[in-house]
């Protein structure tokens, strides 16, 4: 999981509307797709109708899109289509990009010199939607404290930035994806991550979750879950109810102090 980086008014919307994939303000995406822009990851493959640019008119294209912030603070949308021909990146030798393009490999670690002459852990993946090289910087890859309310240990933590299976004591397997909106895959199809902020426990629900790379689900486990899934579902739901409680709460006292007011003049 990577961390929300984006807040929902700092997107292009303007951009997003000339795609048909905002209306007055608001987005026309599923859940997974606004939450992979607001994470600084690729929505899944969408379609986009009726495009223009300079003077070309493309009737649709299917592309991924993904948000970067620009020189002046504020975000640009980036557009990914189907690239007939992956460039891979400098650093990656013939047979490290041919491996991962045949999917021979889920991902590749790299130590890179950045800009600033500073050394970067990166994670190399390939996204076969596109035929992209995806290349995620692993300080950014937060490890989540817990899954299914299972502790992951340092070591469990630091495999999952490396982009390396996590297996938890239920049965649950998870690891880490840029390639996918979720961001994450795993061998149930859905699962429970929890960071302990502050003192306090704050959960993320991840449902219809991809297989595990070169795998395919099995029907009778993939949507099987343990005691300690339903446990932090319940814990979440009670989370959320308290929140829209004390939401309804304060804005019935603030409607019903601005009816006194007003009734006192």
């Not at 795609?19 to 899944?44: C, I, P, Q, Y």
């Not at 490290?96 to 970067?120: C, H, P, S, T």
């Not at 390639?179 to 199809?189: V, Y």
């Amino acid at each position: 999981m990577i961390k929300q980086i984006y807040d929902e008014r700092s997107l292009p919307m303007d951009e997003l509307q000339t795609l048909g994939l905002a209306v007055n303000g608001k987005l026309l995406m599923d859940e997974n797709n606004f939450n992979a822009l607001l994470s600084g990851r690729r929505t899944g493959m969408l379609t986009l109708e009726n495009l223009s640019a300079e003077g070309i008119h493309i009737p649709a294209l299917d592309a991924k899109l993904s948000v970067k912030p620009n020189k002046n603070g504020s975000l640009d949308l980036l557009v990914h289509p189907i690239y007939q021909q992956a460039e891979y990146p400098a650093y990656l030798t013939d047979t490290e990009a041919d491996e991962l393009q045949k999917g021979l490999a889920v991902n590749i670690q790299k130590q890179v010199i950045d800009q600033q002459g500073r050394k970067r852990e990166i994670l190399v993946e390939f996204d076969k939607d596109t035929r992209e090289f995806i290349i995620t910087d692993s300080e950014r890859i937060l490890a989540p404290d817990m899954v299914n309310g299972q502790y992951l240990s340092l070591e469990q933590k630091e495999r999952y930035r490396r982009g390396k299976e996590v297996e938890m004591p239920d049965g649950t397997t998870f690891q880490y994806s840029a390639t996918d909106p979720n961001g994450i895959r795993s061998n149930k199809l859905a699962l429970i991550a929890s960071i302990v902020i502050d003192g306090g426990v704050s959960y993320v629900l991840y449902k219809g979750l991809n297989a595990l790379f070169g795998q395919k689900h099995d029907k009778e486990n993939a949507d099987d879950y343990s005691k300690g899934y339903y446990s932090d579902l319940e814990k979440m739901q009670q989370k959320e109810s308290a929140k829209e409680f004390a939401h309804n709460n304060h804005f019935d006292n603030q409607h019903s102090r601005g009816y006194s007011q007003g009734a006192s003049r």
